[in-house]
């Protein structure tokens, strides 16, 4: 199985700033996933990177975690997501992965 993580700046693209709370950007991540049908979960994090112009920048970050999803869905996900957020781009990884469920009863 493939597990795909998106991962979303919370950082306006022009004043590199949060510009909203953290659980505006987290409804409407959980949304997204809704409107998609898809399974996920996903964590907050802090980061940095350096920018094209050279500054370094800290922020939050959303990240997104999707099991076995159509990729042709994820792509359509990480869209809305830089739209909505307004970010320059969003990172997308994938990676092969051993995914099961254990189920038991008393």
Do not use: P
């Not at 409407?28 to 399974?39: A, D, G, M, Q």
């Not at 094209?52 to 996900?77: F, M, P, T």
């Amino acid at each position: 199985m493939t597990e795909t993580k998106i991962y979303v700046g919370m950082n306006d693209a022009v004043t590199m700033k949060q510009e909203h709370a953290t659980e505006t950007f987290s409804s409407v991540l959980r949304n997204v996933c809704r409107s998609y049908h898809v399974s996920f979960s996903f964590s907050l994090m802090q980061g940095g990177y350096v920018h094209e112009d050279g500054r370094y920048v800290q922020e939050n970050s959303l990240v997104l975690q999707l099991i076995d999803a159509d990729r042709a869905v994820v792509d359509e996900i990480a869209k809305d997501m830089c739209a909505f957020f307004h970010q320059e781009s969003v990172l997308i990884t994938e990676g092969e992965v051993r995914a099961y469920y254990v189920k038991e009863q008393i």
